[in-house]
Structure formats: structure tokens, C-alpha cells
């Protein structure tokens, strides 16, 4: 847009996800540290850069967090389809790496061992770890509106996107529930928030906030990932419309008086009937995901254009309706095929018709998770028993390639050449840097640009052909 301001029906998005992940080894003769497990994971990119944390060929971002945990944050996408495909390209890059390390250590220890990599949200120890969702979001917005409008559709919606935890109390919808303090904020470490307010756009910061939601569920369920970031996406849409037209949201009415007993109150009912104490009143868990249901079913009516393919949009309302409806017939059972807590509980009572004990229960809890080798979930993926909206010829793609249509496919055409190369480089998600005796850096502010500035192109020329750079 000519003044750097969209329409109140531009709803054009970036999205991406962060997802840390747990480790664990089996198999040694003695304690065998997450740290440990972590370094041997590394240890190919170590010796190849020099570093654990590095830019890939498809756009996206692999490093070694705090406490030992893997993360990887995928490339900016348009939609949420090219989102997944990333995410599940994520985790086949940390199955990889987790089987070269499996084979490295077992060598070394003279043994057979296993390496478990975790797609969950909390250990045995009760350590908690996240899975971090990035909407880009109209600078128009105020925060106050994200606590208003947003949270308690987050709250809620572990209805239907929550993973599943055998917890002290039972079991409960969501992994994540007990970690989660205050409802927006901007600490990560003295009181865990459900939406991040550091003000990092990596973006036109006079445009654009990016919007760090923290409080999901780390899911197995391809399709439970899809469908959370295309639901969020459309709930956004409501809240942007509303703040560029100068109205404030009706769905302000229902912020939530406690945001932190909510959801542990949610997580704990998956029937959806508990009330919640709102500002005005008070609504159960299921009837409030009612109203935002009702609410971008109208919008994606109205509008021609809302920033998504429609057909994700549609099916996302689709799912969405059906899962209500399920939810309010108490018939969980048939979300077992998409729903990761009811996939999980399905699994769970099986295992109590066979007279499992406890021990089996938690065992199953954890392997459900487990990306490098567990049995649970592959089995139902094996067995037709869980759906997904990729094949798995689109995820190994997004494994090489970047996404096509952001500038993510600049970052990724500059690693893939510099890194055939002979001089020194670096790169984040908005700067190009290209070494030696005459340092060239291209900034890239725009993450809807996928074509690039000149000077891009003149750096690549000079990868490519060895010609002198741009100055």
C-alpha cells in the first residue's frame, strides 16, 4: 500500500511456528544427560559450521535453546497449509539428525541405545518447554484489544487443539494449562504469559507487530496444527477489521476476568461446559468458542478476500463446526482421528480395557510424543486412524525448498549458494551478510517481498559467478 497502511479487509498474514523439543537416551549404562544427547545431535553442524545455530537451505532456523533443547523455527509462510508443511518438515530434519546420533553414540558406548526426541510441552520432571506461534498483526491493534478479543478464544480453543497429559489430577486436554501465569505480557521467564509482547517484528515496525502466541500445545496431529494457526488467523482478522474501522470488537465482550483459572479450569473439563467468569457475565468454554465460530463464519461470508485460500478457510470452519457439534453431543470419540486428546484418550482406555497398569498409562503418554522412536502415534498414522491435510512428498519438498512466496526463498537461495562457497556468511531472518575482504550486507525488511531488492540480486550473481559484489 502507497501509505504503508492496508485497507480494513487487507488481511494478508505471515506465519510461523517455533516448537522446542525434549531428549532423552535410553539404553546407556548410566545417566546419560539431555545435554549429552543434545551435542551428539549437533555435533554434524558443529563440524560443518562451526556453530548450533544456523539458517537452512528451506528458510527455516535450527539451534540449541536453553536447557538443551532443540528448536526449530520454520521460514515465514502466507498461509497456514505451507506453515505445516514446514512444521512437519521440521521434525523429519530433527528425526535425522536424532538417527545419525543414535548411530554415533551407540558406536561409541559399545551398545545399543536409542535417542528420543519429544514433540511435547513438559518432562517428567515437570520442566515445561513450548511450542510458539508468529502472526504478523496490524500495528493498529492495541495489545489491551489482544487480551480482550484473543485470549479467551486461546483459552478455549484447547477443546479442540489441546495434546493431552496424564497430570496429578487426571487427565486434561492441555500439556501447557498449569505453566501459563498472566494473559499478555512481556516476560518469558518470571511469570509465563499466554501471548508475548516483545516487540519484535522483524518487519515494518510502523506497520507491523508480530503477535508471539505462546500458550499451545506442541501437537502431533497435522491436522490439529493446521487448523489452529487458520481458526487464530481468522480470529484475528475480526479483531484487525474492527480496530482499522475505529469499532471496538464485540467479541471485547467476553475477556475473560481470570485468564490463568481459566484455562486450567478448560483443561480439566473436556466436556466444555465449565463456566468462565467474563467481564460482563459469565459463558461456558463451549459456548464461547460458539460465538467466535459464528463470528468469522460471518466474515469469511462477507469478504471476498481474507488473506487465506478460502478453501482453507472453509475447511477450517468445517472442522471447526463438526468438533462443536461432537463436543456438545459428548461424542469425543469422533475427534480421534484429528484431535490429539482424543486420539491420546482413545489409546489411554484401550489400554485400561487390556488391565494396563499406571506405569503403562504414563508410558504411553510420553511415547505418543516421541518423534524419533515411539510406536503410538506412527502405529494410528499406519492404520489410517490419523488424518492429515500433506503427503509426505510435500514435506520432504519443504525439508529443501523454501516457501515460494516469501522472503524466506531469498534466505534460503543465499544459503544454499554461500554455503557451497569459499567466503565467510551469515544471515537472520531480515540481513544478508556476506564476508571476507569486502563485507556485503542486504537487508530484507519486507517478509511478504519473495522477489528481492537489486542488491540481492547482484549478491547472487557474485555467489554464483564469482564476479565482484555490490557495494
Not at 554434524?44 to 559450521?49: A, F, G, N, S, V
Not at 512437519?88 to 548411530?103: S, V
Not at 504414563?362 to 489410517?384: E, K, N, T, W
Amino acid at each position: 500500500m502507497a501509505d504503508g497502511q492496508g485497507t480494513d479487509s487487507d488481511f494478508r498474514r505471515i506465519f510461523g511456528i517455533e516448537t522446542e523439543y525434549g531428549l532423552s537416551l535410553t539404553g546407556a549404562s548410566g545417566p546419560y544427560t539431555a545435554g549429552r544427547v543434545a551435542m551428539a545431535m549437533f555435533r554434524p553442524l558443529i563440524e560443518k559450521h562451526g556453530s548450533t545455530n544456523i539458517y537452512l537451505p528451506n528458510g527455516a532456523r535450527l539451534y540449541l535453546d536453553v536447557g538443551s533443547h532443540p528448536e526449530y523455527a520454520t521460514a515465514e509462510a502466507r498461509d497456514p497449509l505451507t506453515a505445516l508443511k514446514q512444521v512437519l518438515a521440521g521434525e523429519r530434519i530433527m528425526t535425522d539428525l536424532a538417527e545419525r546420533a543414535r548411530k554415533h553414540l551407540a558406536e561409541n558406548l559399545g551398545r545399543p541405545v536409542k535417542v528420543h526426541v519429544f514433540a511435547n510441552n513438559v518432562d517428567a520432571q515437570g520442566h515445561a518447554f513450548g511450542c510458539h506461534e508468529n502472526y504478523l498483526l496490524d500495528r493498529r491493534v492495541p495489545l489491551d484489544m489482544v487480551g480482550a478479543c484473543l485470549v479467551p478464544f486461546l483459552v478455549t480453543r484447547q477443546l479442540i487443539t489441546g495434546a493431552g497429559r496424564l497430570s496429578p489430577d487426571g487427565f486434561q486436554l492441555s500439556q501447557r494449562a498449569d505453566f501459563l501465569d498472566e494473559a499478555v505480557s512481556s516476560s518469558t521467564t518470571r511469570a509465563r504469559p499466554m501471548v508475548n509482547t516483545r516487540d519484535e517484528p522483524l518487519a515494518d515496525p510502523e506497520r507491523w507487530r508480530r503477535l508471539h502466541v505462546i500458550v499451545g500445545d506442541t501437537n502431533r496431529s497435522p491436522l490439529a496444527t493446521w487448523f489452529k494457526m487458520a481458526s487464530t488467523h481468522l480470529v484475528l482478522n475480526l479483531i484487525e477489521q474492527a480496530c482499522r474501522r475505529g469499532c471496538r470488537p464485540d467479541l471485547a465482550d467476553w475477556a475473560l476476568a481470570d485468564p490463568g483459572a481459566a484455562i486450567r479450569a478448560v483443561s480439566r473439563d473436556r466436556t466444555g461446559r465449565v463456566t468462565l467468569a467474563t467481564k460482563t457475565g459469565g459463558i461456558s468454554a463451549l459456548n464461547l468458542q460458539e460465538t467466535y465460530w459464528s463470528a468469522c463464519n460471518a466474515l469469511v461470508d462477507q469478504q471476498e478476500d481474507i488473506g487465506i485460500d478460502r478453501s482453507q478457510a472453509l475447511r477450517a470452519l468445517h472442522l471447526w463446526r463438526s468438533a462443536l457439534d461432537a463436543l456438545d453431543a459428548g461424542r469425543w470419540q469422533d475427534l480421534a482421528d484429528w484431535v490429539d486428546w482424543a486420539a491420546k484418550l482413545r489409546l489411554l482406555k484401550g489400554l485400561n480395557r487390556r488391565g494396563a497398569g499406571q506405569d503403562l498409562a504414563d508410558a504411553m503418554d510420553l511415547d505418543y510424543h516421541d518423534l524419533s522412536a515411539g510406536r503410538s502415534f506412527p502405529g494410528l498414522v499406519r492404520h489410517g486412524l490419523m488424518r492429515s491435510p500433506v503427503d509426505d512428498s510435500e514435506v520432504e519438498h519443504a525439508m529443501n525448498r523454501p516457501p515460494e512466496d516469501t522472503r524466506a526463498r531469498l534466505r534460503g537461495e543465499f544459503v544454499r549458494a554461500a554455503d557451497t562457497g569459499t567466503r565467510t556468511w551469515s544471515c537472520d531472518w531480515s540481513h544478508l551478510v556476506l564476508g571476507g575482504s569486502r563485507r556485503v550486507e542486504v537487508g530484507l525488511p519486507d517478509p511478504f517481498d519473495h522477489l528481492g531488492p537489486p542488491r540481492y540480486h547482484c549478491l547472487m550473481d557474485f555467489l554464483k559467478s564469482a564476479a565482484e559484489p555490490c557495494v
